[in-house]
């Protein structure tokens, strides 16, 4: 073989292993810069929904405030603002989210029991009373129902009551090919390594988290440190919740630092959607979901 044709062959090769690594450097970076998607929680409009505040809403018209008035379109909605469950109500609420183009993600259960309850068969009743929700949220195009974890006993009793609970839920959820997530959401919940054990113990692919930037208040007047605990709960899960209060005057929440935090929830290779939930007082309703939804805009420039 002559020395041109061997120098030929030796850059072709050359060549040929650098485009290989070249397509997944590519494909690395273009992973690490993936950021996520912004929904928006339906409490971030309780007072609205309530009647409390200027301005007075229903069940119905989520989807169009959340688009029209917070540039947000996806929705995560909470039961107790739903006037049944009904197929005909659903209907409605579908009708409305595909006249705005807003997706409709999931549903935050509250006020169907205890799903660790100690009582086996007051347990089996509140897993009855969760499945029209996972209809209901099969019906709308959505992935999840969030759900409580309350029980009542020791650490470990309370672990495994609110493990068999879930257990059993997700079982009925699996066919419905929706997710049963839990949230920290009070007592036991908002420890991060307890409700991590949870999902060890239920082991199922439909069972999962939904990390609250907030909600890590354990009883008695103290608090699980609120990075460590999203941390722990981050391997599983399926939704993320950026709890805000109120902000500086360069737009930063002030309980929260939200670009350590999100750091912390892409870092576990999260991508999906992390739902503004704003509670504070000092802005209205509208203004505060804007600005958290400006700040995560921000963190999520920076981060990716």
């Known amino acids: 073989m002559s020395t041109s044709r061997r120098q030929f062959l030796k850059r072709s090769l050359l060549a040929t292993g ?8 590519s494909a690395l970076a273009a992973e690490t810069k993936k950021g996520f998607e912004i929904s928006l929680a339906e409490w971030s409009l309780h007072l609205a929904l309530q009647g409390k505040s200027d301005q007075k809403i229903t069940n119905l018209d989520f989807a169009r405030v959340a688009k029209e008035q917070c540039g947000i379109d996806a929705i995560e909605y909470v039961n107790t603002f739903f006037k049944d469950a009904s197929s005909d109500y659903l209907k409605q609420l579908n009708k409305v989210a595909d006249d705005y183009g807003v997706k409709q993600l999931l549903i935050m259960v509250d006020r169907e029991g205890n799903l660790g309850d100690p009582d086996k068969k007051k347990r089996a009743q509140v897993v009855d009373n969760h499945k029209k929700w996972v209809d209901a949220s099969k019906e709308l195009g959505g992935h999840s129902i969030r759900v409580n974890a309350r029980s009542k006993g020791s650490y470990d009793e309370q672990m495994k009551l609110a493990a068999d609970g879930l257990a059993q839920l997700c079982e009925y959820s699996s066919k419905q090919n929706i997710n049963v997530l839990v949230e920290n959401h009070g007592g036991l919940s908002s420890n991060g390594a307890w409700l991590a054990g949870v999902m060890k113990e239920v082991d199922s692919p439909f069972c999962g988290t939904l990390p609250d930037f907030g909600n890590f208040r354990i009883g008695d007047g103290k608090m699980y440190d609120r990075y460590k605990g999203v941390k722990e709960l981050m391997p599983w899960a399926k939704a993320v919740s950026a709890k805000s209060h109120d902000f500086d005057e360069d737009g930063n929440e002030t309980h929260t630092d939200y670009m ?40 999520r420039a920076t981060l990716t």
């Open 18 to 25: 650098s485009l290989a690594v070249g397509a997944f450097g």
């Open 260 to 299: 350590k935090m999100l750091k912390i929830v892409l870092d576990a290779g999260y991508h999906g959607y992390v739902g503004v939930e704003y509670e504070g007082k000092k802005l209205p309703e509208v203004e505060g979901i804007i600005a958290t939804r400006k700040l995560l805009e921000k963190c």
